[in-house]
């Protein structure tokens, strides 16, 4: 194999070897990070907005997102600003982050007790860069079905413990962390337990104490290759075949006892069958008929 490389000496940017050999990360994954990496100091461009303008289909873009997601150079957090806006804070990375670095990240210098941070913080470049979509208006609910799971256990986590009294601002706030809990694979039931056990006999600040533990306890996210490990649920047309009947377009069915065609090819053909066994009933018939009558007259008219 032979190489020619000419250095460039402007408009580069330096990718290390980890992700562009990375053994997990897909083509469209390489190529969305590096490309977000390549942005200037300031760029405020969400992945949705890169993926379009790097080619990048639908399919393949969920695909990069969720292995980028798996290996830690993205971090995303749901939070609900003015006038009921969902917004999604995005956070890429040069380098895997931890749940917990990537809140460093993001919100440089908080403390569990502290005052909730402001949203969308830009990150230092050394480190990656943040932007944020805005999801949707006026919604009651987080956008996202994994989010309102988060907002729904929060809910009942407040309820059942009074010393973790969050206001429902508080917990659209700490929802994404939660749902991030539940994407990782962890339960409801381990998610309280993380949440309350413990607990000190007063707490200053319900909501700076349970992000805390959110991102403190937080669960390593799977590996993608042990993503790809776990046995894919089977669709519904797994258990389906086609027909082998006449058909415009080809027909699945669910065969109940080894059938190679549909019902209504079935009682088609069925209905045919007993077309012709009537037709040949009735030319036995007839051919009888016929024979009586030769025979009949064969009699009045004997040779």
């Not at 806006?85 to 895997?96: A, E, K, Y």
């Not at 990782?184 to 007063?202: C, F, Q, Y």
């Not at 006449?246 to 190679?260: A, C, M, N, S, Y």
């Not at 007839?286 to 040779?303: I, K, T, W």
């Amino acid at each position: 194999m032979l190489r020619h490389v000419i250095p460039p000496t402007r408009f580069f940017t330096q990718v290390s070897n980890e992700i562009i050999r990375h053994p997990r990360l897909s083509a469209a994954a390489v190529r969305l990070l590096t490309w977000q990496l390549s942005l200037p100091d300031g760029a405020d461009e969400a992945l949705g907005v890169t993926a379009e303008r790097a080619g990048i289909k639908k399919t393949a873009f969920t695909q990069a997102k969720r292995e980028l997601v798996a290996e830690g150079y993205l971090h995303e957090w749901s939070e609900q600003i003015e006038k009921g806006q969902w917004v999604t804070i995005q956070l890429i990375s040069n380098v895997p982050l931890t749940a917990e670095e990537a809140t460093a990240a993001r919100n440089p210098g908080a403390s569990p007790t502290a005052a909730e941070p402001t949203v969308g913080e830009p990150t230092p470049r050394s480190v990656g860069r943040s932007q944020e979509e805005t999801t949707g208006a006026n919604t009651p609910h987080p956008p996202h079905p994994l989010a309102e799971r988060g907002a729904q256990a929060l809910t009942a986590v407040s309820r059942g413990e009074r010393k973790l009294r969050l206001s429902p601002r508080d917990i659209a706030r700490l929802a994404p962390l939660a749902a991030e809990w539940l994407q990782r694979g962890s339960t409801l039931r381990e998610l309280r337990e993380a949440l309350t056990s413990g607990l000190p006999d007063r707490i200053n600040s319900p909501a700076g104490l349970t992000r805390d533990r959110l991102v403190r306890k937080m669960p390593e996210p799977p590996s993608f290759a042990d993503q790809r490990a776990v046995e894919p649920t089977a669709p519904r047309v797994a258990s389906m075949r086609e027909c082998r009947g006449d058909h415009i377009h080809p027909k699945l069915f669910r065969p109940v006892d080894g059938e190679t065609l549909c019902r209504d090819c079935r009682q088609e053909r069925a209905a045919e069958a007993q077309d012709d066994a009537s037709g040949t009933i009735g030319a036995a018939l007839r051919g009888g008929s016929l024979v009586r009558e030769a025979l009949r007259g064969g009699q009045r008219h004997p040779s």
